[in-house]
Nanobody
Framework: VQLQAFGGGLVQAGGSLRLSCAVS????????MGWFRRAPGEERESVAV????????YYADFVKGRFTISRDNAKNTVYLQMSSLKPEDTAVYYC??????????????????WGQGTLVTVSS
């Protein structure tokens, strides 16, 4: 399984970005998908997770109301729409696939396959 995240970049505070993660997998639709981030000097933290059909989502408190996770199982792609960005959102963002099919979880430890990360920089 390979994951490729893209869409990061430099944006001003208050702006928006849309991250995409393309997954090379024959069984993409069987796994929950998540977005995580690691800011400089910080540990990796969960941002958002979506269930296999997209019916359930998890958001970290610090992104609720600003970020939206979605997926397109026909395209093997998961998205993260980020709005009202803040300087503290600056981080490398990673997408990941849950380690077990049809299971739920939002801790980084619940996820097995990871993309390479895409850098999001929010200027003040």
């Amino acid at each position: 399984v390979q994951l490729q995240a893209f869409g990061g970049g430099l944006v001003q505070a208050g702006g928006s970005l849309r991250l995409s993660c393309a997954v090379s997998s024959r069984t993409f639709e069987r796994y929950a998908m998540g977005w995580f981030r690691r800011a400089p000097g910080e540990e990796r933290e969960s941002v958002a997770v979506i269930s296999v059909e997209g019916s359930s989502t998890y958001y970290a408190d610090f992104v609720k109301g600003r970020f939206t996770i979605s997926r397109d199982n026909a395209k093997n792609t998961v998205y993260l729409q980020m709005s009202s960005l803040k300087p503290e959102d600056t981080a490398v963002y990673y997408c990941a696939q849950h380690r077990t099919s049809h299971r739920w979880g939002y801790s980084p430890a619940d996820f097995r396959y990871w993309g390479q990360g895409t850098l999001v920089t929010v200027s003040s």
